[in-house]
């Protein structure tokens, strides 16, 4: 007799839904020189590392591949690249906040911040050789910046690199955070995520000389059409199919 087929399906959960799709909503343009830190180090990067570089964002993750060359420029086949595939889930860090020593959830200086950083040396822009780098800082510390009134904000401090040489970053994060905002508004997440615990964009300015360096990334849609985009895309289509 043929053998029963096991489905190997996860289980529902927070990050398997019915509603998950396959078909990015954006993606991340990257410099000519990525994934080297400038064009000065352009000819240390091989094209076969550059054709691999990528990252995308789906209706309830984030994907990307950020390919490391120990040999850099000796690189001579893609086997000598070292692939580094990441996929974070938009219920968890850096698109939800975190948990402070592992076990108390930070609320209480404010949403996490993934942002924009423009390089500057004093007064000059740095873009055309350094392209624009998205950050995540693990709370917004309620907009206070390093001068008090004036300055970079202070969450910069604490902030971490996430993608590195990128071109569009100001797009990317406004699609980032209306793709956030549909996932928390899913009606099977209703009561266990709430608006305010999710990442907001924001774009800062790096010259030292700018009073106020911080601006924010708003997205496009309001929070009632996401709801109405979500019930058109996936609890009808859901209707039609039964």
Not at 4 to 11: I, K, L, T
Not at 140 to 153: I, M, V, Y
Not at 192 to 208: F, K, N, Q, W
Request: proline fraction near 8%.
């Amino acid at each position: 007799s043929a053998p029963q087929q096991v489905s190997m399906a996860p289980a529902a959960g927070l990050t398997d839904t019915a509603a998950k799709s396959d078909t990015p909503l954006a993606e991340l343009e990257f410099m000519d020189f990525a994934p080297a830190p400038c064009s000065c180090c352009s000819f240390l990067v091989p094209d076969v590392a550059r054709s691999q570089l990528f990252a995308r964002i789906y209706d309830d993750r984030i994907e990307a591949n950020l390919p490391a060359v120990p040999l850099m420029c000796l690189t001579s086949s893609e086997d000598c690249v070292i692939e580094v595939p990441v996929t974070t889930q938009m219920d968890r860090a850096p698109h939800r906040v975190g948990m402070f020593c592992c076990c108390i959830p930070c609320y209480w200086c404010g949403p996490p911040v993934l942002y924009e950083e423009k390089p500057h040396c004093l007064c000059a822009n740095l873009e055309p050789w350094c392209g624009t780098e998205i950050r995540s800082a693990p709370a917004s510390f309620f907009g206070l910046q390093l001068c008090l009134c004036c300055g970079r904000p202070c969450y910069t401090c604490c902030s971490v690199p996430v993608f590195r040489g990128t071109q569009n970053a100001e797009i990317f994060l406004a699609k980032w955070r209306e793709a956030l905002l549909l996932y928390a508004s899913r009606p099977e997440l209703a009561g266990r995520i709430a608006l305010d615990e999710m990442a907001i964009m924001e774009s800062v300015e790096g010259s030292i000389f700018n009073l106020n360096s911080a601006g924010t990334i708003q997205a496009k849609q309001s929070r009632n059409r996401f709801e109405d985009e979500y019930q058109a895309k996936y609890i009808v289509k859901s209707g039609m199919m039964e």
